[in-house]
Each structure stands twice: as C-alpha cells, then as structure tokens.
Nanobody, 123 residues
C-alpha cells in the first residue's frame, strides 16, 4: 500500500504565501507524475499543477488561474512533491489534494490520493 501525507496548509492573508508538501511512502516501485488538485465548496475538483518524473520546467503543467503564482517541484530521492503558492487570493481557498501516479509493482499502475489539506485565504 502507498500512503500520501500532506502538510503546509493553513490560513493566510491575501497576497501571502504557503508551501504545501506531500510525501509518498509504502510499496512503491516507481513514481510517475505527481500533482496537486483542489476542491472548493460547491465546485468540482480541479487540477492545479502537475509534474512529470523528469521534472523541470518542460515537465510541468499549471491551471491558467495559478500560472505565474504557483510553482510545483519534486524531490525524487524523498518521494516528495511541493507546491509553492505565492500572491494567494481568496479564490484560492479550497481543500488541496496531492495525487501520485505510481507503479506499485512493475506491472500495476495506480492513482493514489492524499487526504487533503485546507488552504484558506482571508483577511
């Protein structure tokens, strides 16, 4: 089994910053794409950012609403993905979920979700 543990959420004022972290542990053969999604009350879950196994700017993808403000990165040695969120806005308020696409065996691929961490942007 693979577990994801998220951290870094909280309450921040508009214009502030937060850094989310997500650590994957357990039976992992290889981690492929890692990403962050969010879901605000009454809304569907949406992709915020993703990063491929090779990482780098060419391997990242962002929702239009966060481009230029959020940065996704990963540390493959630590099985960890980060989301640096700057210039936060009230509309960024949501529960943020980490999602990892991983080979749990050489032939089995799964999407694993974290429990979510609340981000609230309010003055």
């Amino acid at each position: 089994q693979v577990q994801l543990v998220e951290s870094g959420g909280g309450l921040v004022q508009p214009g502030g910053s937060l850094r989310l972290s997500c650590v994957a542990s357990g039976s992992i053969f290889r981690i492929n794409t890692m990403g962050w999604y969010r879901q605000a009350p009454g809304n569907q879950r949406e992709l915020v950012a993703s990063i491929t196994s090779s990482g780098g700017s060419g391997g990242t993808n962002y929702a239009d609403s966060v481009k230029g403000r959020f940065t996704i990165s990963r540390d493959n040695a630590k099985n960890t993905v980060y989301l640096q969120m700057n210039n936060l806005k009230p509309e960024d308020t949501a529960v943020y979920y980490c999602c990892v696409n991983a080979h749990t065996t050489w032939s089995r691929i799964e999407n694993i979700w974290g429990q979510g961490t609340q981000v609230t942007v309010s003055s």
